[in-house]
Protein backbone atom coordinates (compact mmCIF):
# COMPACT_ATOMS: atom_id res chain seq x y z
CA UNK A 1 0.00 0.00 0.00
CA UNK A 2 2.87 2.08 0.82
CA UNK A 3 4.11 1.78 -2.46
CA UNK A 4 0.97 2.80 -4.80
CA UNK A 5 0.81 5.42 -2.28
CA UNK A 6 3.93 6.77 -3.35
CA UNK A 7 3.39 6.24 -6.72
CA UNK A 8 -0.04 8.34 -6.85
CA UNK A 9 2.00 11.37 -4.56
CA UNK A 10 4.94 11.01 -7.68
CA UNK A 11 2.44 11.36 -10.59
CA UNK A 12 0.27 14.16 -8.69
CA UNK A 13 3.96 15.88 -8.02
CA UNK A 14 4.83 15.27 -11.86
CA UNK A 15 1.18 17.09 -12.64
CA UNK A 16 2.04 19.94 -10.65
CA UNK A 17 5.37 20.46 -12.91
CA UNK A 18 2.74 20.53 -15.79
CA UNK A 19 2.46 23.72 -17.97
CA UNK A 20 0.53 26.36 -16.06
CA UNK A 21 -3.20 25.97 -16.70
CA UNK A 22 -5.36 29.27 -18.67
CA UNK A 23 -6.24 31.52 -16.49
CA UNK A 24 -9.84 30.71 -15.99
CA UNK A 25 -13.16 32.76 -16.23
CA UNK A 26 -16.48 31.18 -15.04
CA UNK A 27 -18.42 34.42 -16.49
CA UNK A 28 -16.98 33.89 -20.05
CA UNK A 29 -17.43 29.50 -19.33
CA UNK A 30 -21.04 30.45 -18.76
CA UNK A 31 -21.22 31.90 -22.30
CA UNK A 32 -19.62 28.96 -23.44
CA UNK A 33 -21.59 26.15 -22.38
CA UNK A 34 -24.43 26.05 -24.60
CA UNK A 35 -23.51 22.56 -26.10
CA UNK A 36 -22.80 21.05 -22.62
CA UNK A 37 -26.39 21.88 -20.86
CA UNK A 38 -28.12 19.64 -23.32
CA UNK A 39 -27.34 16.65 -21.55
CA UNK A 40 -25.44 18.52 -18.55
CA UNK A 41 -28.17 20.78 -17.44
CA UNK A 42 -31.24 18.57 -18.11
CA UNK A 43 -31.75 16.26 -13.89
CA UNK A 44 -32.02 12.88 -14.30
CA UNK A 45 -30.93 12.97 -18.33
CA UNK A 46 -29.92 9.33 -19.97
CA UNK A 47 -27.34 8.80 -22.50
CA UNK A 48 -28.03 6.38 -25.00
CA UNK A 49 -24.65 5.68 -27.49
CA UNK A 50 -22.06 4.00 -26.78
CA UNK A 51 -23.82 2.93 -23.41
CA UNK A 52 -26.76 3.90 -21.41
CA UNK A 53 -26.50 5.62 -18.38
CA UNK A 54 -27.12 9.02 -16.64
CA UNK A 55 -24.57 11.71 -17.68
CA UNK A 56 -22.34 12.36 -14.77
CA UNK A 57 -23.32 15.41 -12.37
CA UNK A 58 -20.59 18.03 -13.23
CA UNK A 59 -21.91 21.36 -11.11
CA UNK A 60 -19.72 21.53 -7.89
CA UNK A 61 -17.10 19.45 -9.64
CA UNK A 62 -13.30 20.19 -9.54
CA UNK A 63 -12.61 22.61 -11.86
CA UNK A 64 -8.82 21.23 -12.46
CA UNK A 65 -10.57 17.69 -12.70
CA UNK A 66 -13.11 18.80 -15.68
CA UNK A 67 -10.31 20.33 -17.33
CA UNK A 68 -8.21 16.99 -17.15
CA UNK A 69 -11.15 14.85 -18.79
CA UNK A 70 -11.76 17.13 -21.76
CA UNK A 71 -8.59 17.32 -22.50
CA UNK A 72 -8.42 13.74 -22.54
CA UNK A 73 -11.36 13.32 -24.31
CA UNK A 74 -9.79 15.68 -26.91
CA UNK A 75 -6.62 13.32 -27.31
CA UNK A 76 -8.19 10.10 -27.36
CA UNK A 77 -6.75 9.08 -23.97
CA UNK A 78 -11.23 8.99 -23.02
CA UNK A 79 -12.78 7.57 -25.27
CA UNK A 80 -17.32 8.86 -26.26
CA UNK A 81 -18.22 10.08 -29.49
CA UNK A 82 -20.37 13.27 -28.04
CA UNK A 83 -17.74 14.49 -25.88
CA UNK A 84 -14.79 13.59 -27.98
CA UNK A 85 -16.54 15.67 -30.84
CA UNK A 86 -17.06 18.38 -28.56
CA UNK A 87 -13.59 18.56 -26.98
CA UNK A 88 -12.04 18.91 -29.87
CA UNK A 89 -13.41 21.95 -30.98
CA UNK A 90 -12.50 23.67 -27.85
CA UNK A 91 -9.35 25.69 -27.51
CA UNK A 92 -7.31 25.34 -23.99
CA UNK A 93 -9.16 28.92 -22.42
CA UNK A 94 -12.65 27.27 -23.53
CA UNK A 95 -11.56 24.55 -21.35
CA UNK A 96 -10.49 26.51 -18.55
CA UNK A 97 -13.76 29.08 -18.47
CA UNK A 98 -15.93 26.10 -19.20
CA UNK A 99 -14.00 23.87 -16.39
CA UNK A 100 -14.20 27.34 -13.96
CA UNK A 101 -17.81 27.51 -14.50
CA UNK A 102 -19.35 24.11 -13.58
CA UNK A 103 -17.10 24.03 -10.26
CA UNK A 104 -18.71 27.58 -9.48
CA UNK A 105 -22.27 26.64 -10.17
CA UNK A 106 -23.32 24.04 -7.52
CA UNK A 107 -21.31 25.66 -4.92
CA UNK A 108 -24.86 27.79 -3.78
CA UNK A 109 -26.75 24.21 -3.91
CA UNK A 110 -23.72 22.36 -2.68
CA UNK A 111 -24.66 20.94 1.85
CA UNK A 112 -21.89 20.78 3.87
CA UNK A 113 -20.50 17.16 3.52
CA UNK A 114 -19.69 15.50 6.64
CA UNK A 115 -15.57 14.04 6.30
CA UNK A 116 -16.40 10.66 7.70
CA UNK A 117 -20.11 9.34 6.06
CA UNK A 118 -22.61 8.81 8.27
CA UNK A 119 -23.48 5.04 6.18
CA UNK A 120 -21.23 2.91 6.48
CA UNK A 121 -20.44 -0.02 3.45
CA UNK A 122 -21.18 -3.54 4.10
CA UNK A 123 -18.19 -5.62 5.17
CA UNK A 124 -18.34 -6.47 1.50
CA UNK A 125 -18.07 -3.26 0.07
CA UNK A 126 -15.83 -1.98 2.56
CA UNK A 127 -13.35 -4.75 1.60
CA UNK A 128 -14.00 -4.25 -2.21
CA UNK A 129 -13.25 -0.26 -1.56
CA UNK A 130 -10.02 -1.30 0.38
CA UNK A 131 -8.94 -3.72 -2.22
CA UNK A 132 -8.32 -0.91 -4.62
CA UNK A 133 -7.65 1.77 -2.20
CA UNK A 134 -10.54 4.09 -2.99
CA UNK A 135 -9.63 6.15 0.26
CA UNK A 136 -6.57 7.12 0.16
CA UNK A 137 -7.15 9.18 -3.60
CA UNK A 138 -11.12 10.32 -2.80
CA UNK A 139 -11.24 10.73 0.86
CA UNK A 140 -13.22 8.91 2.98
CA UNK A 141 -16.49 10.78 2.18
CA UNK A 142 -15.65 10.72 -1.90
CA UNK A 143 -16.11 14.36 -2.01
CA UNK A 144 -12.64 15.23 -0.59
CA UNK A 145 -10.25 14.13 -2.96
CA UNK A 146 -6.34 15.09 -1.92
CA UNK A 147 -6.04 16.68 -5.24
CA UNK A 148 -8.50 19.03 -7.00
CA UNK A 149 -7.17 16.81 -10.41
CA UNK A 150 -9.11 14.05 -9.54
CA UNK A 151 -13.06 13.87 -8.99
CA UNK A 152 -15.43 14.20 -6.40
CA UNK A 153 -17.27 11.23 -6.55
CA UNK A 154 -20.22 11.11 -3.51
CA UNK A 155 -23.29 11.09 -5.03
CA UNK A 156 -22.96 10.98 -8.55
CA UNK A 157 -25.39 8.88 -10.68
CA UNK A 158 -24.00 4.79 -9.53
CA UNK A 159 -24.95 3.86 -13.63
CA UNK A 160 -22.16 6.46 -14.62
CA UNK A 161 -20.19 5.13 -11.73
CA UNK A 162 -20.31 1.83 -12.91
CA UNK A 163 -19.65 2.48 -16.76
CA UNK A 164 -16.52 4.95 -15.89
CA UNK A 165 -15.02 2.00 -13.58
CA UNK A 166 -15.62 -0.16 -16.19
CA UNK A 167 -14.49 2.24 -19.20
CA UNK A 168 -10.56 2.32 -17.23
CA UNK A 169 -10.85 -1.99 -18.10
CA UNK A 170 -11.58 -1.75 -21.61
CA UNK A 171 -9.28 -1.57 -24.26
CA UNK A 172 -9.51 -2.29 -27.86
CA UNK A 173 -12.77 -0.39 -28.12
CA UNK A 174 -13.10 2.62 -30.51
CA UNK A 175 -16.22 3.94 -28.69
CA UNK A 176 -15.84 3.35 -25.21
CA UNK A 177 -12.49 2.95 -22.78
CA UNK A 178 -10.02 5.45 -20.60
CA UNK A 179 -6.66 5.32 -20.48
CA UNK A 180 -5.25 6.44 -16.94
CA UNK A 181 -2.32 4.35 -15.04
CA UNK A 182 -3.52 4.90 -11.71
CA UNK A 183 -7.30 4.10 -12.66
CA UNK A 184 -6.63 1.25 -14.92
CA UNK A 185 -4.39 -0.75 -12.29
CA UNK A 186 -7.03 0.26 -9.50
CA UNK A 187 -9.80 -0.70 -11.78
CA UNK A 188 -8.45 -3.83 -13.81
CA UNK A 189 -8.65 -6.68 -10.91
CA UNK A 190 -12.60 -6.43 -10.09
CA UNK A 191 -15.25 -8.32 -11.95
CA UNK A 192 -18.31 -6.28 -13.21
CA UNK A 193 -20.45 -7.07 -10.17
CA UNK A 194 -17.79 -5.89 -7.76
CA UNK A 195 -17.51 -2.76 -9.95
CA UNK A 196 -21.56 -2.43 -9.79
CA UNK A 197 -21.45 -2.63 -5.30
CA UNK A 198 -18.95 -0.21 -5.22
CA UNK A 199 -20.84 2.25 -7.91
CA UNK A 200 -23.61 2.01 -5.83
CA UNK A 201 -22.60 2.54 -2.43
CA UNK A 202 -20.32 6.12 -4.30
CA UNK A 203 -23.48 7.20 -5.81
CA UNK A 204 -25.97 6.50 -2.40
CA UNK A 205 -23.81 8.54 -0.20
CA UNK A 206 -24.23 12.67 0.21
CA UNK A 207 -22.16 14.58 -2.32
CA UNK A 208 -21.24 18.07 -3.49
CA UNK A 209 -22.30 17.61 -6.83
CA UNK A 210 -25.62 18.26 -8.69
CA UNK A 211 -27.44 18.95 -12.15
CA UNK A 212 -28.60 22.45 -12.53
CA UNK A 213 -31.36 22.86 -14.42
CA UNK A 214 -30.89 25.79 -17.21
CA UNK A 215 -34.09 28.04 -17.68
CA UNK A 216 -34.87 26.34 -21.03
CA UNK A 217 -34.86 23.03 -19.20
CA UNK A 218 -36.78 23.90 -15.93
Known sequence: MNKLISTVLALTSMACLAPA??????SAGEKKAA????????????ASFPEIYKVPKIAGQNAKYIASALTAYGKGTRKHPTMTGIAVSLSEQDIADLAAYYEQLGKKEAQQV???PAQAPSAQVAALLQKGNC???????????????????????????????KAYQTQGNPHVGRADPIMGGMAKPFSISELKLMARYIGSLPGELSTIPQPRFK
Open 135 to 165: LACHGENFSQPIDPSYPKLGGQHADYLYAAL
Open 35 to 46: MCIGCHGIPGYQ
Open 21 to 26: AQAQSA
Open 114 to 116: ARK
